[in-house]
């Protein structure tokens, strides 16, 4: 794509898509600054697809049937742009593009609309299999458009993409954990809380106690499991996906880290990390020839 002149529609398209992610990917934005041009282009697509799908889903100042009727639009618009007709949306004539290029599966993209169509009203998880298979949707299915884009040389890439996908949202999960529940959403399974007798009463209520600093600990550990998992997609990479994989990677174990620096406290402010501590993850990513995967408190 390097040298070859792009229509306006499609030029403006890439504009459109990397301006929204400079504004809202707090955190993926910075991690796509370590790769070429044309990759960082094509990512800040795919993220705007996936914000922008998210926030219809969480626009919560509008009907459910309304968010429904508009996801459902949305996805319609997007099998259109795939088939190389017009669309109304801004993103679409980047996101078929690097989707043709890329060769990404569209189900993977269908995947997501399906994961934020069941946020839509309140709902819990019986067991940690129910929540996977949701983890696999919003999650699993992003990692795995997006070593499409990144250039991958083994299968394991998949699998490994997949668990890369399952850390983050538990990360995530835990992250929002306070967020979450004010607007009915529970994502931890009931069969934890029944395990540390912690109710979502007790959730809503921020309870922490030891019940809650023993089930979080106990979300943490499987977690890590699954950033352990993940290190094994790095050698499958290509060499710029081993550098933006590595900066996505410590951010994400950088939050869950935080998560356990705080004792769990995810109730008093929302957990982040530093603009500066997101610029030095970027650039030891970028100058280190070494993958290591995200240690374990001592």
């Excluded at 078929?96 to 309140?122: C, F, K, M, W």
């Excluded at 999960?173 to 306070?178: E, K, M, N, P, S």
């Excluded at 943490?220 to 994989?245: F, I, K, N």
């Excluded at 998560?259 to 957990?271: L, Q, W």
Aim: charged share 25%; proline share 4%; net charge neutral.
């Amino acid at each position: 794509m390097e040298g070859v002149p792009l229509s306006q529609p499609l030029t403006d398209s890439y504009r459109y898509c990397t301006s929204l992610a400079r504004r809202t990917g707090r955190n993926f934005y910075f991690t796509f600054l370590t790769l070429p041009r044309t990759l960082f282009r094509d990512m800040c697509v795919l993220y705007a697809f996936m914000r922008i799908t998210d926030d219809l889903g969480d626009s919560f100042h509008i009907s459910v049937e309304d968010r429904r009727n508009h996801l459902a639009h949305w996805r319609g618009q997007l099998h259109r742009a795939l088939a190389g007709e017009m669309t109304e949306g801004k993103v679409f004539p980047a996101l078929a593009d690097v989707v043709a290029r890329h060769r990404i599966p569209s189900e993977y993209l269908d995947e997501v609309i399906n994961g934020v169509q069941t946020d839509l009203t309140p709902r819990t998880f019986r067991t940690f299999d129910d929540l996977s298979g949701y983890c696999y949707q919003v999650a699993g299915a992003v990692g795995l458009c997006c070593i499409h884009i990144w250039g991958f040389h083994d299968d394991r890439a998949r699998q490994a993409a997949i668990d890369c996908g399952t850390a983050f949202q538990l990360t995530n999960i835990l992250r929002d954990l306070a967020e979450d529940v004010s607007v009915g959403r529970v994502y931890l399974p009931e069969e934890d809380l029944r395990r540390f007798d912690y109710g979502p009463d007790d959730l809503r209520a921020g309870l922490r106690d030891e019940r809650f600093r023993e089930m979080m600990q106990f979300q943490v550990d499987r977690a890590h499991g699954y950033y352990e998992r993940a290190v094994e997609l790095y050698d499958c990479l290509s060499q710029p996906g081993r550098r933006v994989y590595s900066a996505m990677y410590h951010l994400y174990g950088g939050l869950l880290q935080e998560i356990e620096r705080r004792n769990y406290d995810v109730y008093s402010g929302r957990v982040r990390l530093s603009t500066s501590r997101k610029w030095c993850i970027a650039a030891s990513s970028l100058l280190s020839r070494r993958f290591e995967g995200l240690p374990r408190p001592t």
